[in-house]
Nanobody
Framework: QVTLVESGGELVRAGDSLRLSCSVS????????VTWFRQVPGKERDFVSG????????FYSDSVRGRFTISRDNVKNIMYLQMTNLKPEDTAVYYC?????????????????????WGQGTQVTVSS
């Protein structure tokens, strides 16, 4: 079992920066990838950014590449999402999720289906 708890979401203005945190606990040795998704009401959960838990390989959606940076601290077992130049369209509930390895290419992990464990979400609202 893996438990994920997000924090850091708040109301900010366009152009501001914000850092989200995801605290990871439990059987972290079973984790291959930890990822951020986001969701707005009435829409599907969208991939934002992911990182391999042991190797630190990162991957991003086109919509956030160059503005968001994902990182992890394997000592503290925390994953971060540093968000800069925020836009109103970044408004969403942000979820972190963890997946075991499936022997697939990294693109496989940009969809919600592989993820076994999810946090409760943290709301990010960007005003214009």
């Amino acid at each position: 079992q893996v438990t994920l708890v997000e924090s850091g979401g708040e109301l900010v203005r366009a152009g501001d920066s914000l850092r989200l945190s995801c605290s990871v606990s439990g059987r972290t040795g079973t984790i291959y990838v930890v990822t951020w998704f986001r969701q707005v009401p009435g829409k599907e959960r969208d991939f934002v950014s992911g990182i391999s838990w042991s190797g630190g390989v990162t991957f991003y959606s086109d919509s956030v590449r160059g503005r968001f940076t994902i990182s992890r601290d394997n000592v503290k077992n925390i994953m971060y999402l540093q968000m800069t130049n925020l836009k109103p369209e970044d408004t969403a509930v942000y979820y972190c999720a963890a997946s075991p390895p499936y022997g697939k290419a990294i693109d496989y992990y940009t969809a919600p289906q592989p993820y076994t464990f999810w946090g409760q979400g943290t709301q990010v609202t960007v005003s214009s």
